[in-house]
């Protein structure tokens, strides 16, 4: 079966849907199942393919994917660039193996150029939709008006999406819930302090961090409603938690942010209003997630929008607590004394206090949410797209 996987990114861009088309493929490919990942060249990467696999090849278009906020004309260029190679990259394979089927994830355009292959040549295609916080009226019309309606199957990664297709009047049976997954094995946590001490000094982050500090991170891409306006409910729930500490205490104390995007400048701004830099830290875009989620004692998620956080699985799998708001998927993730209501500062410093002076209870915390993580491992999550890939081939042959 040869089945193409259509994005606008991949690993090892940190994106969640980058991530996810990577990791999809590598645990898919064998001889049933050859993967043709066509996607953006993440930053870096220079070569016009890459081989993973006797069964996963990644074949890299000449542009790199644009952010969200790089304005109309910016987008519309990526938009238009993005089809014209992609469309190209596809008929090329179509013709030299034959394409049974094409799986793309959001935005839009890899879903519209599915359907164009759906429309000429009769190959099926899923979709997977990762959020609904698209900034763009035209990616929403395109997957409503299009994309919908000639994909076989529409693949979400939060239940709490089908609202949506409803207040669309959509037939929500083509959905299905399958959410992204996590590989238990990579991730971890330090167990001495020469080893924090060691992984501090890998990371450069020798003039921030001292080896018996208290390290909190906060990681996402600054957009507003998703991220930033969780994230200044989050400092301000700190700020009050500090206010109880004494002074030893209070310079251990350390927040890291780990992302960038368009509304970092407010974040910013109430930084210094609360006058917070000697504990927090915004330190950009970073790729060695894996050893700051080791090194750290706590993980905070207050998004008031979320679909199913990559970032909770990865923080559980390395034995992190985290303190989350109730958005999204979360409850299938953490323990539910990990989880507050969105926009609740007070209840930000409460949580703060109760994990800060509990470590017991933190424990427990994380090996309950641990046992609810184990199912999303990436060979479970693998399996139901399996049966999903045969199910949409075998289907359509049947039809036809």
Not at 191 to 198: A, L, P, Q, S, V
Not at 265 to 290: A, C, F, P
Not at 305 to 330: K, M, Q
């Amino acid at each position: 079966m040869n089945i193409v996987r259509l994005t606008t990114r991949i690993y090892p861009d940190k994106a969640g849907p980058a991530v996810y088309a990577y990791q999809l493929s590598e645990h898919i490919s064998d001889k049933n199942f050859r993967m043709y990942n066509i996607t953006c060249r993440p930053e870096g990467i220079f070569d016009k393919e890459k081989i993973i696999n006797n069964n996963f090849k990644i074949e890299y278009i000449p542009i790199k994917a644009t952010r969200w906020d790089g304005g109309p004309l910016i987008q519309l260029l990526f938009l238009i660039r993005f089809g014209m190679y992609s469309f190209k990259k596809v008929l090329k394979l179509h013709r030299k193996y034959r394409v049974d089927l094409i799986h793309c994830d959001n935005p839009a355009i890899t879903g519209f150029i599915a359907s164009l292959f759906n429309m000429i040549f009769r190959i099926p295609f899923i979709y997977t939709q990762h959020g609904l916080d698209s900034h763009f009226k035209l990616n929403f019309l395109l997957e409503i008006k299009i994309i919908y309606p000639r994909s076989v199957n529409y693949i979400i990664v939060s239940r709490k999406m089908i609202p949506f297709f409803k207040k669309n009047k959509l037939d929500t049976k083509k959905l299905t819930w399958i959410p992204v997954g996590v590989d238990l094995k990579k991730f971890y946590h330090i167990k001495t302090k020469k080893e924090k001490e060691n992984t501090i000094s890998e990371l450069n982050m020798n003039s921030i961090l001292k080896v018996d500090d208290c390290i909190l991170i906060y990681v996402g891409y600054m957009d507003l409603k998703q991220k930033v306006l969780g994230m200044i409910d989050f400092i301000h729930g700190f700020n009050r938690f500090l206010i109880d500490l004494n002074d030893n205490e209070k310079k251990k104390i350390k927040l890291l942010f780990l992302g960038d995007g368009k509304y970092k400048n407010l974040l910013v701004s109430e930084l210094n209003t609360l006058d917070l830099k000697n504990n927090v830290y915004l330190l950009g875009v970073r790729l060695e997630i894996e050893k700051f989620y080791a090194i750290s004692d706590f993980l905070a998620l207050t998004s008031y929008i979320e679909g199913f956080p990559t970032v909770l699985l990865e923080a559980i799998a390395s034995n992190v607590p985290c303190i989350c708001t109730d958005v999204g998927e979360v409850n299938e993730i953490l323990d539910t004394r990990s989880i507050i209501p969105c926009g609740n500062r007070e209840e930000i410093t409460n949580k703060l206090k109760i994990f800060y002076n509990d470590k017991n209870l933190c424990e427990q915390i994380v090996n309950n949410s641990f046992n609810k993580i184990e199912k999303f491992d990436w060979l479970c999550i693998t399996e139901e797209i399996r049966k999903l890939y045969k199910k949409t081939v075998l289907g359509t042959i049947e039809r036809k």
